[in-house]
Nanobody
């Protein structure tokens, strides 16, 4: 089973950018990957996903600001976040997804993103 590890979070001012990385322990060629976030006191939510075939979906709240991409050669999925807002603050996780959108791995540590106003 492919394991995923998140990195790249940090503290950034509103309007800034960050790039998160989701590094896999094996080949990601045939897997779907989603980026999720959990804000303090809120449920975890899906913000972006990319299928093995490159199909991409975004939550309405991040459309036009976030971009998900994958590099199969490096076994890594990225989340480029721009025009960050304080409401983007939270712990960001990546996970494998079934074709039906079900998460397949146990959750990792995630990476903290804090956007200051």
């Amino acid at each position: 089973q492919v394991q995923l590890v998140e990195s790249g979070g940090g503290l950034v001012q509103a309007g800034g950018s960050l790039r998160l990385s989701c590094a896999a322990s094996g080949s990601i060629f045939s897997i779907n990957v989603g980026w999720y976030r959990q804000a303090p006191g809120k449920q975890r939510e899906l913000v972006a996903s990319i299928s093995s075939g490159g199909r991409i979906n975004y939550a309405d709240s991040v459309k036009g600001r976030f971009m998900i991409s994958r590099n199969n050669a490096l076994n890594t999925v990225y989340l480029q976040m721009s025009s960050l807002k304080p409401e983007d603050t939270g712990v960001y996780y990546c996970n494998r997804m079934s074709n039906g959108g079900i998460t397949l791995n146990f959750w990792g540590q995630g990476t903290q993103v804090t956007v200051s106003s």
